[in-house]
């Protein structure tokens, strides 16, 4: 039957504190009687926790405790503390600052401390290292997907909602497979394109024996306008930093650009760069532009791919971005 879902309506991050918040207190004994819910809950918690065995008997779960999204004492012997996100990413120290706060109540209060970053959107494998790097456990949509799966025979109207919601997103994700147009009005089918790309790039250096190199995508807010941004950045891979960069600002620009960049200072070299890429991309009939003044910055743009490369198929796509990533392998030779 088809009606308004609560979480469509409800999209930021603080619809989603109220149903981890309300979801995760169902696992408390005195709700037992609520059967399904306890036993989601439970499996949240375990699954955060890591023990498919833990006795859940007593969880108390609150929230913006020092700021942090959500708080929860498990059995008197736990003390998680979840920064939860729906698009956006962390922002400065605020993870370690969190955590600082959490293990010292931790060791206050002798409990044990679990940390977690959950979020609904997906992120660079660059990004979600970086969070593990904090000592805080990374938990996706697929994540929560899973586990859901698993408990859909739940009539709950709350929890259908959520759930519809996430298999929308994820939907939503995957729709550039079918439709590669959809990459340049949906910022989900984007991130789904760009997680495939990522993907591709690490499976093409892995089999040149090729590391040392960052390849990360996110949003960027600065003054013209907001984009969704893919880097490919051979950082030990050639002899100067020659990497490009994808900027997808929607429907505010007639095109999805291709930019190549460098940090190399030396218009030498930068000239040595442009010739390399005129030829490899002269040899699969990728048009490319030189900037019409180059002007030296921190990271300076010296062209542009001129061909909307993102039509056809994503696969035609993919295949037109392999191409340019050639140019990166004739720099190294």
Not at 64 to 81: A, G, P
Not at 169 to 185: F, Q, V
Not at 222 to 237: D, H, K, Q
Not at 307 to 323: A, M, S, V
Request: aromatic letters at 14%; one cysteine or more.
């Amino acid at each position: 039957m088809n009606k308004p879902n609560l979480f469509e309506i409800g999209t930021n991050e603080l619809a989603q504190d109220a149903f981890l918040t309300w979801l995760i207190s169902y696992a408390d004994n005195q709700y037992i009687e609520h059967k399904e819910l306890n036993t989601l809950a439970k499996d949240f918690i375990k699954m955060i926790i890591g023990n498919e065995n833990l006795n859940i008997e007593q969880v108390y779960c609150w929230r913006q405790w020092e700021k942090i999204d959500i708080s929860v004492t498990v059995n008197k012997k736990y003390f998680i503390i979840i920064e939860d996100k729906t698009g956006t990413n962390q922002h400065g120290n605020q993870l370690a600052n969190y955590k600082e706060k959490a293990q010292n109540h931790c060791n206050e209060n002798n409990l044990e401390l679990v940390c977690v970053f959950l979020k609904t959107r997906d992120d660079s494998t660059y990004i979600v290292n970086s969070i593990e790097r904090e000592n805080y456990k990374y938990i996706s949509r697929n994540d929560l997907l899973s586990l859901f799966e698993k408990h859909s025979h739940i009539k709950n109207d709350i929890f259908i909602d959520y759930f519809e919601r996430l298999k929308n997103i994820e939907a939503k994700t995957n729709s550039y497979k079918t439709d590669l147009s959809s990459i340049k009005k949906s910022y989900d089918a984007c991130c789904g394109f760009y997680k495939e790309l990522e993907k591709r790039i690490y499976t093409r250096l892995k089999e040149k024996s090729m590391d040392n190199v960052v390849c990360n995508w996110e949003q960027v807010n600065n003054p013209g306008g907001m984009f969704l941004g893919f880097w490919f950045y051979p950082a030990n891979y050639h002899k100067s930093n020659m990497y490009f960069q994808i900027e997808n600002y929607f429907d505010k620009k007639d095109k999805i650009l291709l930019i190549i960049k460098t940090e190399s200072k030396d218009r030498n070299e930068i000239n040595k760069m442009l010739d390399i890429a005129y030829k490899t991309c002269e040899k699969y009939n990728i048009n490319i532009e030189r900037v019409s003044r180059l002007k030296i910055y921190t990271w300076t743009p010296i062209a542009y791919i001129k061909n909307d490369i993102f039509t056809g198929t994503y696969e035609e796509c993919f295949n037109k971005i392999e191409h340019i990533l050639d140019m990166f392998d004739n720099w190294c030779m």
